[in-house]
């Protein structure tokens, strides 16, 4: 049993674990359905000024501008906020109107950089618009990690067999 273990754990490939052993995922910092409109407004203001988050692509003309909703304006302000400053739960708070998640708020032609586009507090493809090349492609609806147990989980199935054909024949 120690063996198959140990086959697991040293057919995972390195770049698929992040801190505490944890497969990365994409994150995105946006703004909670049942904020008030006057706490986001708040906070976009804040974002976009003392918190120094670029806020140009949610500026009329820009690929995430939406007069109309307020929630992805202030979602743009806050991932970009979030992402400029450590990807900590403390820079996606904003009163109380954040929330992480999973779910890729890209739209249209806006989108949305996440969490895993951040490389040493640099932020790739964050102008909101799109780009080309397979950094920047949207994985959102594929899965990758998953792709990548079945190796390791068809070997330690063969093991099992082969070890239960052993000792029993």
Same mark, same amino acid.
């Given at each position: 049993?120690? =063996?198959? *273990?140990?086959? =697991?754990?040293?057919?995972?490939?390195? %770049?698929?674990?992040?801190?505490?052993? =944890?497969?990365?995922?994409?994150?995105? $910092?946006? @703004?909670?359905?049942?904020? !008030?409109?006057?706490?986001?407004?708040? !906070?976009?203001?804040?974002? %976009?000024?003392?918190?120094?988050?670029? $806020?140009?692509? *949610?500026?009329?003309?820009?690929? $995430?501008?939406?007069?109309?909703? *307020?929630?992805?304006?202030?979602?743009? @302000?806050?991932?970009?906020?979030?992402?400029?400053?450590?990807?900590?739960?403390? !820079? %996606?708070?904003?009163?109380?109107?954040? @929330? &992480?998640?999973? &779910?890729?708020?890209?739209?249209?032609? %806006?989108?949305?950089?996440?969490?895993?586009?951040?490389?040493?507090?640099?932020?790739?493809?964050?102008?909101?618009?799109?780009?080309?090349?397979?950094?920047? !492609?949207? /994985?959102?609806?594929?899965?990758?990690?998953?792709?990548?147990?079945?190796?390791?989980?068809?070997?330690?199935?063969?093991?099992?067999?082969?070890?239960? /054909?052993?000792?029993?024949?």
């Amino acid at each position: 049993m120690f =063996v198959l *273990i140990l086959l =697991v754990a040293l057919s995972l490939p390195k %770049c698929l674990m992040g801190q505490r052993g =944890v497969a990365p995922r994409d994150l995105w $910092c946006v @703004a909670k359905n049942n904020a !008030a409109d006057q706490a986001l407004q708040e !906070a976009i203001n804040w974002a %976009c000024g003392q918190g120094g988050a670029n $806020c140009g692509p *949610i500026q009329q003309g820009g690929a $995430c501008y939406d007069s109309n909703d *307020i929630q992805r304006t202030a979602s743009w @302000a806050f991932n970009d906020y979030y992402l400029k400053n450590g990807l900590t739960d403390d !820079a %996606c708070y904003f009163s109380n109107t954040a @929330a &992480l998640t999973s &779910l890729n708020p890209s739209f249209d032609k %806006c989108k949305f950089p996440s969490s895993l586009s951040v490389n040493n507090g640099s932020i790739y493809a964050s102008t909101g618009t799109i780009q080309m090349g397979p950094d920047n !492609a949207d /994985l959102s609806s594929s899965n990758r990690a998953g792709g990548t147990w079945f190796l390791p989980l068809f070997t330690s199935y063969l093991f099992v067999v082969f070890s239960w /054909l052993i000792h029993w024949h």
